[in-house]
T-cell receptor
Framework: DGGITQSPKYLFRKEGQNVTLSCEQN?????MYWYRQDPGQGLRLIYY???????QKGDIAEGYSVSREKKESFPLTVTSAQKNPTAFYLC?????????????FGQGTRLTVV | QKEVEQNSGPLSVPEGAIASLNCTYS??????FFWYRQYSGKSPELIMF????GDKEDGRFTAQLNKASQYVSLLIRDSQPSDSATYLC??????????FGSGTRLQVQP
């Protein structure tokens, strides 16, 4: 089945710890995105990548890092510099040749600081 | 001013009624417009998209776009309790990623 897979579904982080969220897609999409959602709020863009080995900061990139070494994969690392990381993290992808940006989401990772 | 604005709701409608969800956007150069449905605890699911002024219908859903007024809406006919969810409006504002509103929570009362 084609789709976007995020793992893990739930993740617990201790104070001062870095954690990495996985996002893999087999849709052959060029573009991938990471969004953060806080309770009762919309999605805020963290990072996006239009092509392998290239990525751009979104609106709230501080405390996060990404890599795009393969077309299928766009992992997000939440570093200890992110002071309030508890949130729902959503990965999405789209075909960048489709300038209209029809994007599809994975099932999300819920991160909690303990 | 937020780039994409939605009334947070909740919008409560009786079963079988028409639910009308509204969204305004600030960037006149915006090119494409999307409605996502998000059930509690789940990820957003794309349900409608519209690119040109006018109406677009798909089953019980109709998306309406008025670029002059910078306004996009979603109508849900014959609303069902299973339609109860948060509806997110998303806009391609010319940036390389979608910009989302904060969502409208819809409650359909049986």
């Amino acid at each position: 089945d084609g789709g976007i897979t995020q793992s893990p579904k739930y993740l617990f982080r201790k104070e001062g710890q870095n954690v990495t969220l996985s996002c893999e897609q087999n849709l052959n999409h060029d573009a991938m995105y990471w969004y953060r959602q806080d309770p009762g709020q919309g999605l805020r863009l963290i990072y996006y990548s239009q092509i392998v080995n290239d990525f751009q900061k979104g609106d709230i990139a501080e405390g996060y890092s990404v890599s795009r070494e393969k077309k299928e994969s766009f992992p997000l690392t939440v570093t200890s510099a992110q002071k309030n990381p508890t949130a729902f993290y959503l990965c999405a992808s789209s075909q960048s040749r489709d300038s209209r940006l029809k994007a599809f989401f994975g099932q999300g990772t819920r991160l909690t600081v303990v | 001013q937020k780039e994409v604005e939605q009334n947070s709701g909740p919008l409560s409608v009786p079963e079988g009624a028409i639910a009308s969800l509204n969204c305004t956007y600030s960037d006149r150069g915006s090119q494409s417009f999307f409605w996502y449905r998000q059930y509690s605890g789940k990820s957003p699911e794309l349900i409608m998209f519209i690119y040109s002024n006018g109406d677009k219908e798909d089953g019980r859903f109709t998306a309406q776009l008025n670029k002059a007024s910078q306004y996009v809406s979603l109508l849900i006919r014959d609303s069902q309790p299973s339609d109860s969810a948060t509806y997110l409006c998303a806009v391609h504002t010319g940036r390389r990623a979608l910009t989302f509103g904060s969502g409208t929570r819809l409650q359909v009362q049986p």
